[in-house]
């Protein structure tokens, strides 16, 4: 009888979809600071800035 595994890290599936997830979240930071710094360049800076820091810190 073979042992069962839980360990997937060897599943090319579960790195595919884990590789996905972290190219998206990349993304989503990455809009986030383009328009975080768009914000910050006018003088005040809008309270809308403030959702922008809050998305990059959260897909970080």
Known sequence: MTPVSNDISDDP????????W???DTRYALAALTALIAYAQNT???????VCFEDFLSFL
């Open 44 to 50: 005040p800076v809008p309270p809308a800035a403030w």
């Open 22 to 24: 972290l190219a998206r």
């Open 13 to 20: 599936w579960a790195q595919r979809v884990y590789l996905m």
